[in-house]
């Protein structure tokens, strides 16, 4: 989940990176609410946006957060239904469904470029958040936010520790907060407790 509450600026001209996922099972590639960055080598000079991964050392400015994902990115069905097919829940959703994009040989070997929105700025609702220790950490107003490049989710976090690798910035604001028990219960999946968040990027 992630709601605009306040105006905010929103960026609809960006395409989420193709990948090498290749099994279409609608499954998710990336979260609404996770942070972003603009890809610098990207051909055409196109507005490529993808999410950091664990393992890889970006630059700044150049791979500096440049917003949150609007919507879910998802992989198509092309494992289980045709190319193109869409399951009648997507429809009227704001998922983003990725194609398949083939080799040389005809084979599927991964999702091709898909249009995705970018927020900047503004207040939101999310629920795509983590903390340093559930159980007992607190999501306080006035905390900074950090990306937190855990599982390759790009989840906000009260905690600067998971960072990726030469990216060392806040991105976001908490407005209004959630208490531990709370946060455990999201975190768990269990009960989703949004907290609100002024986007810094």
Sequence with gaps: MFIPRHPV?????????????????????????????????????DAIVDLYTAG?????????????????VKAGYHQVHPSGFYMPGDLGSSD?????KYNASGQINGTKFAPVGVAHLGIWDTVHYTVATKGTDIMKPGDHLYIDKTGGYCKVSNSS??????????????????SAAQVEANIDNTTLYPIRIKLLV
């Design 9 to 45: 600026v929103e960026n609809q001209f960006c395409q989420f990176n193709e990948t090498s996922t290749s099994t279409g099972v609608g499954a998710v590639l990336a979260y609404a609410g996770a942070v972003c960055y603009l890809v610098n080598a990207a051909a055409n000079q």
């Design 56 to 72: 890889d050392t970006y630059t700044s400015p150049e791979n500096s957060p440049f917003g949150f994902l609007m919507q879910k």
């Design 96 to 100: 983003v469904i990725a194609q398949p």
């Design 161 to 178: 520790a998971n960072q990726p690798d030469g990216v060392n910035t806040s991105v976001a604001k908490v407005v209004k907060g959630a």
